[in-house]
């Protein structure tokens, strides 16, 4: 066995079951065992399979327990409908047996850095005499409005309409708040044992020390605020960017050939890519009615259509309208399944991306200087995130209907053209080009990660005593 001596410190990694969580802790993890700390990344098989073997990393393995209601063998929130989440966050809840044992046996682990809905995971930690991190993988702006751990158990905000408003603590200029259709769209997630905004508070009362996925330069008054709001202390982390795609790499991978030489015959900056991530759903209706926006727009584009259910049970050849691929064939590529996306971001022609709001994909488009089209989806944060985005003129929203989140062809049609190529758009992309080095570059990017790193190599030693 690895003698004490050969490290700094073992930190332990545990992230929630989604990859848009498991990959920025493992990136943090990285960062962390190249500064000489003994790392073991904590999570279910199928989860740590989707990740790249290192050698500087230990993956810790535990079966996911199964409970009623969750499909067999599923791990990941990518595998499920919205309303069957629960199920895996009460399946994850039973990995606290697990993960005592391993800390416990493990002797020397002086810090775990972990996720918001294992929120008993302090209550572990302090016990054992180990540090606890509670890592966001979110916006600053969205944990100052969700506010301290007191609103979040409070009784002020009990339904959905209580989420639409600004919350007063805001002490500076801000129009963040959920749509109805979004809050209630993320009610049907939360696991009614524990719901999302207790496992917050208890997250936020019981850690040491939180991290962010963002930095003071794009989120000042939010960073300030939160750190007010929990009265601990608050880091910035960073983007944690990911490397420029290799040359020999892309020239190899068949898939990206085809999207290149698609992409190499269209004007720069004229191409919309569209995405929604691997979890986001929308009805039949609504992909017909963007798909019909899309195609008014008169734009090129490339637009990623998942292989899994867009609607639970139905992945329908009418998922969009029928002769809609031959129409646009001249300007229009539908790509079925996974693609490059940081490849695709970073093609000179692609001038916008509309996406779905999800954080990570918002700092891949960003790291690139590409200007948003904003359609959030009805779960999580991602609304939050929108109107953050919106706000700072970083990209602009497609309106939507409040109660319903509706929205018509024409809507899409005309924020397409005015974000990509429209007169009155230019200086939402030229806000998107100004913060590229803010997001992208790694060097700016990991000084927050040095200070993070310092944080955790000069932070008290903390007294154990057995379980």
């Known amino acids: 066995m690895e003698k004490k001596d050969n ?57 996911l327990p199964h409970v009623d209601g969750l499909p067999q063998g599923t791990e990941s929130t990518s595998e499920l409908p919205i309303h069957k989440v629960p199920f895996l966050k009460k399946a994850y809840d039973q990995l606290a047996p697990s993960l005592t044992q391993f800390l416990n046996d493990s002797n020397d682990v002086k810090w775990i850095v972990h996720d918001v809905i294992c929120h008993w995971v302090p209550r572990v ?5 180990i540090n606890s991190v509670y890592f966001s993988i979110t916006t600053a702006t969205t944990l100052a409005f969700f506010g301290p751990p007191s609103e979040l158990l409070g009784s002020r905000r009990q339904r959905p309409e209580d989420f639409t408003v600004v919350p007063e603590w805001f002490d500076f200029e801000c129009d963040v708040a959920f749509r109805l259709f979004e809050v209630t769209g993320h009610w049907k997630c939360m696991d009614e044992g524990a719901n999302d905004f207790e496992r917050l508070a208890e997250t936020i009362q019981g850690c040491d020390l939180v ?67 691997t ?11 963007l798909a019909y926006g899309i195609e008014k727009s008169g734009l090129p584009f490339i637009w990623i259509i998942n292989d899994r259910p867009l609607v639970e049970g139905t992945l329908g050849l009418d998922i969009i309208p029928p002769g809609f691929e031959t129409r646009v064939s001249d300007r229009g590529l539908v790509w079925r399944g ?15 991306f ?3 709001c999800g954080w990570f994909s918002v700092i891949e488009a960003l790291g ?97 005593r057995p379980l």
């Open 7 to 63: 490290y700094k410190l073992h930190i332990a990694i545990f992230p929630w079951l989604a990859y848009g969580h498991v990959k920025p802790f493992f990136e943090v993890s990285k960062f962390l065992a190249r500064k000489g700390h003994k790392i073991s990344f904590i999570s279910t098989p199928k989860n740590l399979q989707r990740l790249p073997k290192h050698p500087l990393i230990n993956f810790v393995s535990f079966p």
């Open 125 to 129: 930690t302090s016990q054992l005499g």
């Open 211 to 277: 991290i962010l996925r963002t930095s003071p330069e794009f989120e000042p008054d939010s960073l300030s605020l939160v750190s007010k709001l929990y009265g601990k202390p608050v880091l910035p982390i960073g983007f944690l960017p990911s490397s420029p795609p290799d040359i020999h790499d892309m020239e190899r991978d068949e898939k990206w050939k085809g999207l290149k030489e698609w992409l190499d015959g269209k004007v720069e900056n004229s191409v919309v890519y569209i995405a929604f991530g």
């Open 279 to 289: 979890e986001v759903s929308l009805t039949r209706d609504l992909m017909h009615e």
């Open 338 to 352: 996974w693609a490059p996306q940081l490849n695709i971001l970073a093609h000179r022609s692609v001038g916008g």
């Open 354 to 356: 509309l996406t779905h």
């Open 368 to 464: 690139f200087g590409k200007p948003l089209i904003l359609l959030a989806g009805a779960s999580a944060d991602l609304g939050l995130i929108s109107r953050m985005l919106h706000m700072k003129r970083v990209g602009l929203e497609i309106p939507r209907d409040d109660k319903t989140g509706s929205f018509t062809s024409e809507s899409v049609s005309e924020l397409m053209r005015r974000v990509v190529v429209g007169e009155e758009g230019e200086s939402v992309r030229a806000n998107a080009r100004a913060v590229r080095d803010i997001f992208g570059d790694v060097d700016v990017n990991n000084k927050w990660l040095e200070d993070f790193n310092l944080c955790l190599e000069t932070w008290p030693v903390r007294k154990s």
